[in-house]
């Protein structure tokens, strides 16, 4: 499995970016996530959507970024709608298996820089 992310950069805040990662290798069956880790911090969840639809957020984030898929192009995609400089992180995606620890699978990560 190999998941691509990409559509990071540089953004002033207030604005607007908008992340994917593509699958291969993938059933695109399981939990599709994105995590960010900040300088000197640790990775931490952003948002998660599995396979049926269903969503779930990190405080910090709630009514700012949406995640979504689409299973036939088996990919994942984080809307981030009026940023903070405090989003500024590398961004990578994630999937996962609920039932098989074993299936975990990241992404290499994409640079989100929101200046003020």
């Known amino acids: 499995v190999q998941l691509q992310a990409s559509g990071g950069g540089l953004v002033q805040t207030g604005g607007s970016l908008s992340l994917s990662c593509a699958a291969s290798g993938s059933i695109f069956s399981h939990v599709m996530g994105w995590y960010r880790q900040a300088p000197g911090k640790q990775r931490e969840k952003v948002a998660y959507?599995?396979?049926?639809?269903?969503?779930n957020y990190a405080d910090s984030v709630k009514g700012r970024f949406t995640i979504s898929r689409d299973n036939a192009k088996r990919c994942v995609y984080l809307q981030m709608n009026s940023l903070k400089a405090e989003d500024t992180a590398v961004y990578y995606c994630?999937?996962?298996?609920?039932?098989?620890?074993?299936?975990?699978?990241w992404g290499q990560g994409t640079q989100v820089t929101v200046s003020s």
């Open positions: 959507i599995t396979d049926g639809g269903i969503t």
């Open positions: 994630r999937e996962w298996s609920t039932t098989d620890s074993v299936y975990n699978y």
